[in-house]
């Protein structure tokens, strides 16, 4: 009987013993065994820092292949050819150009796909309108046609607003020689050099065709800025303005939106 009783005893306070460590681990059990919302947030944020590095290359990746497809230094199959082994090996950005002519079953639509993505949240100013005359091969007569331009005052503001360029970098000469230009351009036309910008305005004409057809491509680009390439603000094919002023009056546009200011 004492020895039934004296086990009772002991299972009692081994019982005793073990009830607050059982507590505690219940309690740890609550707060770190299956995450709750601050854990759940903690796994999220964890590596927040990696994630926006990753994002910012990510975009960065993205936006190179857009460019190399926009100056045509790559065609439209074979960027998303790149962006789909790039994703498949990990690469981050390029999800939807490798989406683009639905996932490569229509190649046909790639390009207008990209082009639609390039467009996204596009911080150029609106297409400006005239009236141009082009020649008419089949009716053999010179019509004036609306074709649309982009502004050099406009498009300055908008790459100047975007942050793309800065007005110090137009307005400061590179080298002595473009500073012995801008002083000579400047006194020629009796300007003040401190409130004008120099650029230059270019008309190139490209093969687009096999059978000799060219288009002109009328861009500008800034002196001030060596490594800054042309931007384009219009096109027209060769054969709608030969034998006619459209060449002359899409440079006269250019030359009146130079006065604005």
């Known amino acids: ?20 460590e059982q507590a505690s681990s219940s309690k740890s059990a609550r707060t770190i065994g299956t995450p709750d919302e601050t854990e759940l947030v903690k796994s999220l944020t964890k590596n927040s820092d990696d ?25 439209a199959k074979t960027i998303h050819e790149i962006a789909d082994l790039s994703q498949n090996a990990g690469a981050r ?13 229509h190649p046909q639509n ?36 609306w074709l649309p331009f982009l502004l050099p005052h406009e498009l300055i503001c908008a790459l100047i607003s975007s942050g793309s360029i ?14 012995n230009l801008q002083d000579e351009v400047c006194n020629k036309l ?42 384009l603000w219009g096109v027209l094919e060769k054969r709608f303005f030969a034998n006619v002023g459209a060449g002359a009056d899409t440079h006269s546009i250019q030359s009146s939106s130079c006065s604005f200011g």
Not at 5 to 20: F, G, I
Not at 93 to 104: C, E, L, Y
């Open 1 to 20: 009987m004492a020895s039934e009783t004296t086990q009772r005893r002991k299972r009692r306070l081994a019982k005793l013993a073990t009830e607050p």
């Open 51 to 75: 994630d926006l590095g990753l994002e910012k290359g990510g975009n960065i990746f993205r936006n190179h292949l857009l460019d190399l497809w926009a100056k045509n230094k790559q065609s």
């Open 93 to 105: 950005g390029v999800q939807k150009i490798a989406k683009v002519g639905a996932s490569g079953k």
């Open 110 to 145: 790639m390009a207008r796909d990209l082009l639609r993505m390039a467009l996204v949240n596009c911080t150029l100013p609106p297409l400006y309108w005239a009236l141009i005359p082009c020649w008419n091969d089949t009716t053999s007569t010179c019509d004036d046609i």
């Open 166 to 179: 800065g007005m110090a970098m137009l307005v400061n000469a590179c080298t002595d020689a473009m500073k």
């Open 190 to 231: 009796g300007k003040n050099k401190d409130t004008h910008i120099i650029f230059g305005l270019h008309g190139d004409g490209v093969p687009m065709q096999k059978n000799g057809q060219t288009v002109e491509c009328f861009s500008l680009n800034f002196p001030f800025i060596p490594a800054c390439e042309r931007l």
